[in-house]
């Protein structure tokens, strides 16, 4: 079967004035509007036996809601699909939507509609439009396409958590911190991604959008304590679970140097490399040697 990337590759090629709108997460259009869409799948993003329907609410919505962190926007509404087979039962649909409902409530979301159909397994399709938080043409949003030599590489939060306590954490969309990046960073807009698919992902997918070679610190990764320590106990390598484990839901973005000082004042904001004129994205060892993050290794939809 073909890769997810030879999959997009191919759509962007059909689809009228895809360059405008399938290169990120989430589209920018008229009136400064964002949409974007996700989709969970019974056995393969989650399972009723390990997965309680709350766990399942929370997070289909909260992972649209952070490809509406990483443009910077404010979600306002949502649309829900969901297709159930016939063995779920009412109070499983209801624990599901109170919790969706609580996460839309946090993030001042509001649910306008959807569908329902019946289904072997469990789909949930969510829509969120949202809008951005600074007025301004389409090329001015945070987009993937955004980083240029000479700028920094930015982190929120830490990575490798969601990988290290077996993707059990909860989703939690960087939507203030989006805005305050997107605000703090208005002359320049910065390059920016969700690292849904892991922090190697994030680096290799903006320095190919961008068409610069982008390197980072391997000893600047920022790394929580209780992830060591959980590392250490499931004898894990730590570095891979940071750079290609998935799910933290943190963002990655690049910025001038001077904005980047801006940003730096910002809690939770890590300064961990630098872009070039080049290709690729690279890890920095402690020799100096620089070795190329792979794609293969980070979440493959279609393994």
């Excluded at 910077?72 to 779920?88: D, R, T």
């Excluded at 982190?155 to 969309?173: H, I, M, S, V």
């Excluded at 998935?246 to 140097?257: I, N, P, W």
Aim: glycine letters at 6%; hydrophobic letters at 40%; charged letters at 25%.
């Amino acid at each position: 079967m073909p890769t997810e990337q030879e999959i997009l590759e191919t759509i962007r090629k059909i689809i009228p004035n895809s360059k405008n709108y399938l290169f990120d997460d989430a589209a920018i259009i008229e009136k400064n509007l964002i949409v974007t869409t996700d989709t969970l799948v019974e056995n393969t993003h989650f399972t009723l036996k390990t997965y309680t329907p709350e766990e399942i609410g929370w997070k289909a919505l909260a992972v649209n809601l952070s490809d509406i962190a990483a443009m910077g926007g404010k979600p306002l509404y949502a649309l829900v699909s969901l297709s159930l087979p016939k063995h779920i039962k009412i109070k499983w649909i209801e624990r599901f939507y109170k919790e969706l409902v609580t996460c839309a409530k946090r993030y001042k979301t509001k649910i306008i509609g959807g569908n329902l159909a019946k289904s072997r397994e469990i789909n949930i399709t969510i829509t969120v439009i949202g809008k951005a938080v600074v007025k301004t043409p389409r090329r001015g949003v945070s987009t993937r396409s955004n980083a240029k030599s000479g700028d920094l590489v930015f982190t929120t939060g830490t990575f490798g958590d969601a990988a290290a306590q077996n993707y059990k954490t909860k989703t939690l969309p960087q939507i203030e911190l989006g805005q305050k990046i997107v605000r703090a960073c208005f002359k320049h807009p910065p390059a920016l991604m969700d690292a849904s698919d892991g922090l190697a992902d994030c680096l290799i997918q903006i320095a190919k959008q961008s068409n610069v070679k982008i390197i980072i610190d391997r000893d600047k990764i920022p790394i929580s304590q209780n992830t060591k320590k959980a590392v250490e106990m499931l004898n894990k390598e730590l570095l891979n679970l940071a750079l290609y484990g998935g799910e933290d839901y943190q963002l990655v973005g690049t910025a001038s140097r001077i904005d980047c000082k801006k940003l730096e004042n910002l809690k939770g904001i890590k300064i961990i490399g630098k872009v070039i004129k080049g290709n690729g994205a690279f890890l920095k060892q402690n020799n100096n040697k620089l070795v190329k993050l792979d794609l293969q290794k980070t979440y493959e939809h279609f393994k």
